[in-house]
């Protein structure tokens, strides 16, 4: 399929509902597709309906179709902060002409301990939230087994991949970051969240909606590869911790579809929840080898004005987390990219580019593959 | 004496973290894997916060047993990778086992007792077994004790040697019909499961026993017994604060002997204290398994999510626990007891198990209307 239009909310604090903030996700995604809702065939939402936000709001699907005036099927795919890129997948699968996909997630509702409460949900409820294995607490034990392991990677590089994304984040309008300037010296002293994670290596959360129209019509962005897996919720029930089968087996089945290699691949945005699951991505994606990642860190592979720039947007990093929203945020900034509409953050030459959304510490993977169509 | 368990596929090795009963891929039937020598491999110090787990900063440590099966495991002590973790049993009076239930409450309940030294039985031995089923409830509202935590009992006396027609499962109930409570909390099922017998306290002899000024009319088939377990539900108490071992207790008393005391709440805390002096000794073991929290049953109380056994072979040391581990505040009845030496009530003085105490420290909704919390 292809991608006809895409929007999204500034992330970071809204005062507007999660309704609203999808409503203005769609007519964005809407005008940049020229067409009008009259036009869509059917809707894919993605959100996670949050236990403790203030706003108590449940079957968010039908409320979508009260903002939309619409009796058109509406389904909502939850998949933790993989949502976006499930929701643009399942799109795929219905057999509809066009079809909107929107993630939204209103989180700056309740305190952080709340907001840790309720990403904690998502981890295994006997085995991992009893023992208080939180989401910064999943992933901070793979990095601190990954440190463990490849002797030569340190805290540093997980300090380098914030730094970029801090940067890049510096240049989009609607990076939660954007226009603040957070410097490697920050980064590297900023409080311990969960060992060895710092304060800089976690992703923020924030209020925002993304959406896009994906169209069989035939349009200058066309999706090439596209694929969704599912992996042990648990990091430690998997036989090698390290190694994130989801993001492994669905970027392999995105690339055979799309007939491209990783080496292809001129811009990424990567699931960087934390510096570390960014890390194990460019090794499990095939951009490098196991175990290799901190080489393409130090030579600056994946900055902006490196061989093939990651996370141009910002990442979840410093653009943003609005879980449900992120996968779809991250289309909307490849296809920014590729039809050359990234101003300062541009990547010359963008053809081809991946976007890779990843639910809980690796419980569900998506991976799309976008081209640029000339002429 | 920590485990890590994992259910495996007989036929084609498979393994999961649940207890399945047939595997999905071969049909091939299910054993249980119980890994014991167990090693740090990872771990983590975590610095925020959430309600479940309040105190910060704690270690989330990544174990490993001698199948390579692995699992987290919160601590407040500080490890090194490649220590070995363990706990240490303890048949101490002043030890309680808190356990963790990894969707198998037998395995959490057996750990418990195997924690406070194990308990020895014969076939010969008669066994009282006293639940909370006071009020009528479906086990999910937490108001009595748990099915599954009386079934884990019960298979543990059995595995060990006792005769399930040895076995008596006592209980009464003061303000409704004791067969609806029983058939309510499913009790009823397991009673006809096992084969053991089942008694309602109010039908039975009752006995006079003295402990200083207090005049208590006691079952008189609590005697009989070799061994006793006390199984309470963890549950919040608008009167008390909280049901435990204590009020547990209360049943083996008949109604009319309960009402004189309930009468008067300083008389009730100088009686509920000294009760236990005028029984055999008794194993308490309390179900945390849902529990219940807010005003309790009486007044609109919700079922707490708690995923804890605990055990103990003193109830003063139990309660005290149990208040600290919900952070309810003072239980005058417990200080009282302690008071008079019945038990351990200083926190540092007990020895906890299986769990630290501040590792699974957390805040409940409070029982607000404890009068004896508003006399504090």
Redesign the interface.
């Known amino acids: 399929m292809y991608i006809k239009g895409v929007g999204m909310t500034k992330f970071g604090i809204s005062g507007k509902f999660s309704q609203m903030l999808a409503y203005e996700a769609t007519l964005e995604a809407l005008n940049d597709a020229d067409i009008n809702f009259k036009d869509i065939d059917a809707v894919v939402c993605s959100s996670l309906e949050w236990f403790f936000s203030i706003e108590k709001q449940r079957h968010f699907a039908a409320l979508l179709a009260s903002v939309f005036k619409t009796h058109k099927p509406i389904i909502r795919v939850p998949a933790a902060c993989a949502g976006g890129g499930a929701a643009l997948w399942v799109a795929q699968q219905l057999g509809y002409d066009n079809v909107l996909v929107v993630g939204v997630e209103k989180l700056m509702t309740c305190k952080?301990?709340?907001i840790?409460?309720e990403f904690?949900m998502a981890a295994?409820s006997?085995?991992?939230?009893?023992?208080?294995?939180?989401f910064?607490?999943q992933n901070?034990?793979v990095?601190?087994?990954y440190l463990?392991k490849y002797k030569k990677t340190t805290t540093e590089h997980l300090a380098l991949i914030s730094f970029k994304n801090h940067s890049n984040a510096l240049l989009n309008p609607k990076a939660r970051f954007y226009g603040r300037k957070v410097t490697l010296e920050e980064i590297k002293n900023s409080?311990?969240?969960?060992?060895?994670?710092r304060l800089y290596d976690c992703s923020i959360s924030v209020d925002g909606a993304a959406a896009c129209v994906v169209t069989n019509e035939k349009t200058d962005i066309k999706i090439i590869g596209s694929d969704l897996c599912a992996e042990y919720l648990?990091t430690?029930?998997r036989e090698d911790s390290l190694r994130w089968e989801g993001t492994i087996i669905s970027s392999k089945n995105a690339f055979n579809q799309a007939g491209v290699e990783p080496s292809d691949i001129d811009v990424a945005e990567i699931h960087d929840a934390f510096t570390i699951v960014e890390l194990i991505a460019y090794e499990d994606l095939g951009f490098c080898k196991k175990g290799e990642a901190y080489k393409k860190i130090e030579e600056g592979y994946f900055n902006l004005d490196g061989k093939m720039p990651v996370n141009t947007s910002g990442g979840l990093k410093a653009k943003g987390h609005p879980v449900s929203a992120t996968g779809l945020a991250q289309i909307y900034e490849i296809v920014k990219q590729l039809r050359g509409e990234a101003k300062d953050r541009q990547v010359s030459k963008a053809k081809i580019g991946l976007a890779h959304n990843i639910g809980g510490a690796g419980g569900t993977v998506t991976c799309h593959i976008l081209k640029k169509i000339c002429g | 004496m920590a485990k890590i368990i994992r259910w495996i596929c007989e036929k084609c090795n498979k393994k999961w973290i649940y207890p399945i009963s047939r595997c999905l891929y071969c049909n091939g039937e299910i054993k249980k894997q119980i890994g014991m020598k167990i090693k740090v491999i990872g771990f983590t110090r975590i610095h925020i916060p959430c309600p479940p787990h309040p105190i910060v900063p704690y270690n989330v440590l990544l174990l490993e047993d001698e199948y390579g099966n692995r699992m987290p495991k919160k601590t407040i002590k500080d490890y090194n990778i490649g220590d070995t973790y363990e706990d240490i049993p303890s048949k101490e009076e002043n030890a309680i086992a808190i356990t963790k239930i990894k969707y198998d409450v037998y395995e959490a309940v057996k750990e418990a007792l195997e924690l406070i030294g194990d308990i020895e039985v014969d076939r010969t031995n008669k066994i009282l077994i006293k639940p909370n089923l006071s009020i009528p409830g479906y086990p999910y509202l937490g108001i009595g004790t748990h099915p599954e935590v009386m079934r884990g009992l019960l298979r543990y006396l059995i595995e060990r040697g006792a005769n399930p027609k040895n076995i008596t499962i006592a209980e009464q109930s003061f303000f409704f019909p004791f067969d609806k409570a029983i058939a309510k909390s499913r009790i009823n099922q397991i009673v006809k499961e096992f084969g053991v017998n089942l008694v309602d306290l109010s039908k039975t002899e009752f006995i006079e026993k003295k402990e200083r000024e207090f005049v208590f009319r006691v079952s008189k088939i609590v005697y009989d017994f070799d061994l006793i377990f006390n199984v309470p539900v963890i549950k919040t108490d608008m009167l008390l604060g909280i049901d435990g071992a204590f009020e547990n207790l209360t049943r083996f008393l008949s109604k009319e002997n309960f009402n004189e005391f309930v009468r008067d709440i300083k008389k009730a805390i100088g009686a509920l204290a000294v009760l236990p002096n005028i029984l055999p000794r008794f194993i308490t073991i309390g179900d945390g398994t849902i529990g219940m929290q807010g005003n309790g049953p009486a007044e609109h109380g919700e079922p707490g999510f708690y995923n804890m056994i605990f055990a103990a072979r003193n109830p003063v040391v139990h309660d005290k626990i149990v208040q600290e581990v919900l952070c309810l505040r003072r239980l005058p009845y417990v200080e009282l007891a302690g008071k008079l030496g019945i038990g351990e009530y200083e926190v540092s003085k007990i020895k906890v198990i299986g769990n630290e105490l501040d590792a699974v420290r957390r805040d409940i909704k409070q029982p607000i209307g404890s009068k004896l919390i508003k006399k504090d």
């Open positions: 952080s301990e709340s840790t409460d904690m295994e006997k085995w991992e939230q009893v023992e208080g294995l939180n910064p607490g901070a034990l990095a601190q087994q463990e409080p311990i969240i969960c060992s060895p994670l648990p430690w029930e």
